[in-house]
């Protein structure tokens, strides 16, 4: 179909986030971020290429290839030759599939652990984030773009400073967190330039305020000014916006480089469970996101990825990578042409009738989940996060996914369906609970119209696991209720 470019999105990126975050097979027993490269891990990594472009997406934007908390002090010394073939190797695997690779960098932090805790030249006040103000961190971060881009053939740099913190010392603690942060993007963003001017850059500002804060429009210059030196700007939206909705406009209009989200909802997809342990498709939900922001003047999107083995997360990606190539495209139209390739449904009826079927499972969700977290949950029902919540307490409907977490980001075992206390009060999943059952029904009535019967066959599983823990919830709930 001939699209006419001024309707699509331009930047239209695929996020990993990691490198084992879209894998079909679970990992188990492994802590988050788990950057093993497996067969499985190459397996899946080749099939998410060719399922990437064959639905319109220009890039693919990935942590994980290297490293995740640990640069050793001499970088080169951060991976193995085998590593580095393997590395080469899917990149060959997306340029072949026409994607752009865009390599996951942590800016002074996200990689600097070990080197933090050795060397007191570049240590501040965070053990995480090196000082923003000393020269040696600034040299250790040119060694490590020097490595990556010397020795592969990526496309660009995802550039990503603030999401693990920032040194508070003497010498950094002048600048507000905007300023700080945007002075390290566009000191890293500059440098990659003088050395490889055609590199494409991204900025992600996750981590940049509290979530749910909003930068001051008084601190747009600095924003700005970041922009002349990238391609993207990505207010990914985890947990609210950083720039006002009402603002957005205005600021996209003064704005150098292009600005984009990454679609206002995402499921972070759980490392180590079972790929068919939830169905939770958002494409209408996503849709009517993009539409706001392309009518503002975003054009660029930043879409998390999953296992195309969950049939919500294979489904909603489809639609997504469809509808950013023309926002024109009406979103249930974009449906059934997703349920026409994917399911290949034996007549019209039954692609009109899974259409209608999504839909209430969209719905089943989202009108019985509370945006804002739920208070005094224990600790062992809840996400792990709660932490960086503190501030919400006098402002909880700032709170608000943004990113849903499914279970505990970290841990070495599949962990507890968190986001059905977290986010649903007892209420809530009785209601939810309801709708499934009925929905269960609904797709035995109309799986043998199609011819991918496996992929129906799915769904059902997915509901039934669902249903599954909802019950485990109530028992375990109950039973945290009882304790003295």
Same mark, same amino acid.
């Given at each position: 179909m001939d699209v006419n470019q001024s309707q699509q999105f331009k930047h239209r990126i695929a996020f990993g986030v990691w490198i084992n975050d879209f894998r079909n097979d679970p990992l188990k027993h492994e802590d988050w971020p788990c950057v093993e490269i497996d067969t499985q891990t190459q397996n899946d990594f080749k099939g998410m290429m060719k399922f990437l472009k064959e639905n319109g997406f220009t890039a693919v934007d990935i942590f994980g290839f290297l490293a995740n908390h640990d640069w050793p002090e001499n970088v080169h010394e951060v991976v193995t030759d085998e590593r580095k073939k393997t590395v080469r190797k899917l990149i060959k695997i997306a340029h072949e599939n026409n994607l752009k690779v865009i390599y996951g960098l942590g800016v002074y932090s996200w990689g600097f652990d070990s080197i933090i805790k050795n060397n007191?030249? =570049? +240590?501040?006040?965070?053990?995480?984030?090196?000082? !923003?103000?000393?020269?040696?961190? %600034?040299?250790?971060? %040119?060694?490590? =773009?020097? @490595?990556?881009?010397?020795?592969f053939d990526f496309d660009g740099f995802h550039l990503e400073v603030a999401d693990q913190g920032r040194c508070r010392c003497n010498l950094c603690s002048g600048e507000t967190d905007v300023s700080y942060f945007n002075r390290l993007n566009r000191e890293t963003a500059e440098y990659i330039r003088s050395r490889w001017p055609a590199t494409f850059l991204l900025v992600?500002?996750? !981590?940049?305020?509290?979530? !749910? $804060?909003?930068?001051?429009p008084e601190e747009y210059a600095s924003v700005y000014e970041l922009g002349k030196c990238i391609d993207v700007i990505i207010d990914g939206g985890n947990h609210g916006l950083f720039i006002a909705e009402e603002d957005r406009k205005m600021f996209i209009e003064n704005l150098p480089c292009d600005y984009g989200t990454s679609g206002g909802f995402w499921v972070y997809p759980p490392q180590r469970w079972d790929r068919q342990r939830w169905f939770l498709p958002n494409f209408y939900h996503t849709a009517g996101h993009l539409e706001k922001l392309f009518m503002d003047g975003g054009r660029a999107c930043e879409i998390y990825l999953g296992p195309l083995l969950n049939p919500g997360m294979e489904l909603t990606l489809w639609c997504i990578g469809n509808y950013i190539q023309d926002i024109r495209k009406n979103p249930t139209a974009v449906l059934h042409n997703a349920i026409e390739k994917l399911y290949r449904p034996k007549n019209h009826t039954y692609t009109f009738k899974l259409a209608e079927f999504i839909g209430q499972a969209e719905s089943a969700f989202f009108n019985n989940w509370s945006p804002m977290r739920q208070p005094g949950i224990p600790e062992e029902l809840s996400d792990g996060i709660q932490s960086l919540f503190a501030w919400s307490e006098t402002k909880p409907e700032r709170a608000t996914p943004g990113e849903l977490f499914l279970e505990p980001l970290f841990g070495t075992h599949p962990g507890f369906p968190s986001y059905l206390v977290v986010h649903m009060t007892p209420g809530g999943r009785e209601n939810y609970k309801k709708t499934l059952l009925s929905l269960v029904k609904g797709i035995d009535e109309i799986a043998n119209? @199609?011819?991918? %019967?496996?992929?129906? *066959? +799915?769904? %059902?599983?997915?509901?039934?696991?669902?249903? *599954? $823990?909802?019950?485990?919830? +109530?028992?375990?709930?109950?039973?945290?209720?009882?304790k003295p």
């Open positions: 007191p030249a =570049v +240590r501040g006040t965070s053990l995480q984030a090196m000082c !923003g103000s000393k020269k040696e961190s %600034r040299q250790y971060m %040119r060694n490590v =773009v020097d @490595f990556v881009g010397e020795n992600n500002t996750s !981590g940049y305020l509290p979530w !749910g $804060d909003t930068i001051n119209g @199609f011819h991918e %019967r496996e992929k129906v *066959h +799915r769904i %059902r599983t997915c509901i039934e696991n669902v249903l *599954h $823990d909802i019950e485990a919830v +109530r028992i375990l709930q109950s039973s945290s209720q009882k």
